[in-house]
């Protein structure tokens, strides 16, 4: 009986949403990841720590921009982390990717503030050393915020910054694997307006 209910109200929420126009955006990005806590961290047993400083990171985003505003999406971006025990692995590759909801402000100029949150997953996966190929699997979340400038009706660029949260967790035969931290990230994007 609940669940009927819970499906009517989602159905009338998606039939609303509907009637307004809106746009579907395509941003490919570039940028930088910078981990709070880069030490600390647990793989298959082995205490693990990972280069400290900013890391190049690549990814897309997709939205749909509804003409009050509101967008809805998701994004998907990775980066590869150093290790400084080389014993165990040489670096391991991240991939970040959320579900978007976002609020975009000044929805009639060229220069539209937004703010975001998301949540999702995160994957890593460790390259080389005695960890070659271990991999996990982790809950991540983000709060962004930024601005599209658009220059055109097509194209625009799209400057944004990403606090992100992430914890992978493991348990196989009493070997924990917890690598956990907050990230900064700054991404600079062209925006291609579908």
Not at 113 to 128: A, L, Q
Request: proline share 1%.
């Amino acid at each position: 009986m609940k669940s009927s209910r819970y499906l009517v109200v989602a159905f009338m929420c998606f039939y609303s949403l509907a009637g307004h126009a809106g746009e579907n955006i395509l941003v490919p990005m570039v940028g930088m990841v910078d981990w709070s806590s880069t030490q600390g961290h647990r793989v298959r047993g082995s205490d693990i720590s990972f280069s400290s400083g900013s890391e190049g990171s690549a990814g897309f985003k997709y939205l749909y921009l509804f003409d009050f505003g509101l967008a809805v999406g998701g994004n998907l971006f990775t980066y590869t982390k150093e290790v400084r025990e080389k014993n165990l692995a040489e670096d391991s590759v991240f991939i970040h990717n959320h579900v978007l909801l976002s609020y975009f402000f000044n929805q009639k100029g060229d220069l539209k503030p937004y703010v975001g949150v998301g949540t999702g997953y995160v994957f890593n996966r460790f390259r080389n050393g005695t960890l070659d190929l271990e991999s996990s699997l982790g809950n991540s979340s983000e709060l962004n915020l930024g601005f599209l400038w658009s220059f055109s009706r097509r194209v625009g660029l799209q400057l944004e910054y990403k606090y992100v949260n992430f914890n992978l967790k493991k348990e196989i035969d009493n070997y924990g694997t917890k690598i956990k931290s907050n990230a900064h990230t700054l991404f600079l994007g062209v925006s291609v307006h579908i």
